[in-house]
């Protein structure tokens, strides 16, 4: 598991291996839903620009 931490601006960072995990490159967004309980679901949804 992996903790994001929220900056000021509302901005996190992913930490590397996270990201080489998900197969998310630089300029690529990722989507996240919230879900009917309130919490996120990232799923397989990336987003390619």
């Known amino acids: ?3 994001l931490t929220v900056t000021a601006k509302g ?7 996270v ?3 998900l197969g998310v490159h ?3 967004k990722i ?3 919230k879900l009917p309980d309130g919490t996120p679901d ?3 949804d990336i987003d390619m620009p």
């Open 1 to 3: 598991m992996s903790t």
């Open 11 to 17: 901005q996190v960072t992913l930490r590397r291996d």
């Open 19 to 21: 990201l080489r995990h």
């Open 26 to 28: 630089p300029g690529e």
């Open 31 to 33: 989507t996240v839903d």
């Open 42 to 44: 990232s799923g397989s």
